[in-house]
């Protein structure tokens, strides 16, 4: 006795002295477990969008699911009901009015129809949804606002407050929107490079940010003042969120040896993080989601196939971690549906829903609590911010807070809300704030930005889309006319040099918008190249159905190239004479020049002649 009773003081002072171990650490949480839905309750078929921009490309609420998609000539994203799983048709109806590519969306939190979306043709804009779903491609946003002069890379909406809209775009500015006026009432100009996130936190009464100059943010946002700052040189900042009401920030990043790392701050205090964990060596952007109910921490990372979580604690280690989950499939982005579109009777305490490009597949993954009780489990259900506004605009940006109105889970949510978005008639102005016209008001270009593609309006004289040619041409374009030509009907020469980023490849919807018709259905098209303009980008594979146009001026010309190995007739031979018929001049150049010869390198598909 006396021998065991000694063994177990020197178990217990190597236990004191051995306090690095693992202590096991009763919760609540450390058996939840992911949930993949079944292939029928998944959404397939869907074209998500190859762009390399570091979001997540979907928003989910309890009525709908939107993804952004591949699309050409501008940008597009689905909007699909949430009860219409399975295969969606390759037709299926788009909401596609940005002239450029659709970088972020986000769902209204407190009207579940209002999403706002972000381009890079430097607009955002509100889109109301039709109650069961879109039946037709919408074209016409109910808001556009202008206000960025690059394009813009993040939209949010504040947490407590109906309209009020935030954006952030490379100009380097964030930007206060009140859509009941449909108006930038703040700007936030702190920022010295592009801004990679944003995050609010409980009351929407701060706004914590990441720079790609390497510094962490806390803003006071009516005021643009910052709070606090930290300069992050050991640990590259990406991607924050705040950790409800605990007065604390988590950031996700690259330590300097390139290993992914978090960090854990003190919101008043940001010179040195709290803790600092290293996750793996892997290059993925790792994505931070925080549930304020359950206090635990979710981190995915792009192009990953697992989601790593964690339980948040107020003292000391702060960061426990609890479980992973792992599937093969990489990931793009994850949507993440609010609280009150849970499954309570599965005891479900979060839903991502999950983008995978390859199958384009969208997959629902359900995180749960093991219980064997079936009734409602309030330890793990509190009280949680619900679909009404505790502000109005006007009070928000006079000075008032005011925290989320909760809401309980017990009973299932079926309400509905009653606000309705009413978007305000506004003119087209400048758009000024702080006294800074925005548009005007220009910064200097960002090292990654890419050209904007804009889609160019068809010429009432011509029909001829835009060819980016200076608009010294432009008087001489609208006096040219269209030459009609019923040669060459019987075949289509197809050029097997074309390069992939052709019209009828990359900008299908875009040219069929205009009225133009699909070179295999065309009776004639021609390959334009205008010195002019400087580049091979002026005018090359534009098409017109049964008719040909040319860039006219005192030094285009129609040269050869390895893009362009035939040629029509040079500008002097189309350009009528005055008091010629334009007409006649069209029959005569196609008896001059039946069909355009056969190069190599050239493969000549027969096309039957139209009925």
Request: hydrophobic content about 35%; glycine content about 8%; charged content about 25%.
């Amino acid at each position: 006795m006396r021998d065991l009773h000694k063994s177990s003081v020197l178990g217990s002072k190597h236990g004191s002295l051995m306090s690095w171990r693992p202590q096991y650490r009763s919760s609540k949480f450390r058996n939840v477990y992911g949930k993949v839905a079944s292939r029928e309750h998944c959404f397939d078929g869907i074209p998500i969008t190859k762009n390399v921009h570091d979001n997540h490309f979907c928003a989910v609420n309890a009525r709908f699911l939107a993804i952004v998609t591949e699309s050409a000539g501008g940008g597009s994203f689905l909007v699909i009901p949430l009860e219409q799983t399975g295969r969606i048709e390759p037709n299926y109806p788009k909401v596609c009015g940005h002239q450029g590519n659709v970088l972020d969306i986000k769902w209204n939190p407190f009207i579940e129809n209002i999403i706002a979306s972000c381009s890079e043709d430097t607009s955002v804009r509100i889109w109301e949804i039709p109650e069961g779903g879109l039946k037709r491609n919408m074209t016409e946003a109910v808001l556009e606002l202008y206000g960025h002069s690059r394009r813009v890379g993040l939209v949010e909406w504040h947490p407590t407050t109906n309209n009020i809209l935030f954006s952030a775009g490379y100009d380097y500015k964030v930007l206060i929107w009140n859509l009941d006026i449909g108006e930038p009432v703040k700007m936030i100009d702190c920022h010295t490079d592009v801004i990679l996130c944003m995050s609010f936190n409980t009351d929407g009464s701060l706004l914590a940010t990441t720079c790609k100059d390497k510094k962490l943010r806390v803003v006071e946002p009516r005021s643009g003042r910052v709070l606090q700052e930290a300069s992050c040189k050991n640990h590259r900042v990406n991607r924050v969120v705040f950790l409800g009401s605990t007065k604390r920030l988590l950031t996700t990043g690259v330590s300097r040896w390139n290993t992914r790392q978090i960090a854990l701050w003190d919101q008043e205090d940001l010179a040195m993080p709290l803790i600092e964990e290293e996750i793996d060596g892997l290059s993925g952007l790792l994505f931070p989601f925080y549930d304020a109910d359950t206090h635990m921490l979710y981190l995915a990372g792009k192009g990953d196939g697992n989601i790593r979580y964690y339980e948040i604690g107020s003292e000391k280690p702060y960061l426990s971690y609890l479980m992973e989950f792992r599937s093969p499939a990489p990931q793009k982005g994850l949507g993440v549906m609010p609280k009150h579109g849970l499954d309570v009777s599965a005891c479900e305490v979060f839903r991502f829903y999950k983008l995978v490009t390859l199958k384009g597949l969208i997959e629902p993954i359900s995180m749960i609590v093991p219980r064997r009780s079936e009734t409602y489990q309030e330890d793990i259900y509190p009280m949680t911010p619900g679909t009404e506004p505790a502000l109005t605009p006007d009070e928000w940006l006079s000075g008032v807070n005011r925290d989320p109105i909760l809401m309980s889970l017990k009973e299932g949510y079926k309400r509905t809300s009653k606000i309705v978005f009413k978007a305000p008639v506004r003119e087209k102005k400048g758009v000024v704030v702080n006294g800074i016209d925005l548009l005007e008001n220009v910064p200097p270009r960002t090292e990654n930005e890419v050209g904007q593609r804009r889609a160019a309006p068809s010429s009432p004289a011509t029909g001829m889309v835009g060819f980016g040619v200076s608009p010294i041409f432009t008087p001489i374009l609208s006096i040219l006319p269209p030459l009609q030509h019923g040669a060459w009907r019987s075949g289509v020469t197809l050029l097997k040099a074309f390069p992939e980023n052709l019209p009828w490849k990359k900008h299908g919807e875009e040219l069929g918008a205009h009225g133009w018709a699909h070179p295999r259905r065309a009776p004639l098209f021609s390959c334009l190249q205008t010195s002019c303009a400087g580049s091979h980008r002026a005018g090359r594979g534009k098409f017109l159905r049964g008719t040909s146009g040319y860039a006219a001026g005192a030094r285009s010309r129609l040269r050869p190239s390895s893009s362009c190995p035939f040629l029509l007739p040079a500008p002097s031979d189309v350009l009528p004479a005055a008091g010629r018929d334009p007409a006649a001049e069209g029959r005569a150049l196609a008896e001059r020049h039946p069909h355009p010869p056969a190069t190599a390198g050239t493969e000549k598909l027969t096309q039957q002649p139209e009925e």
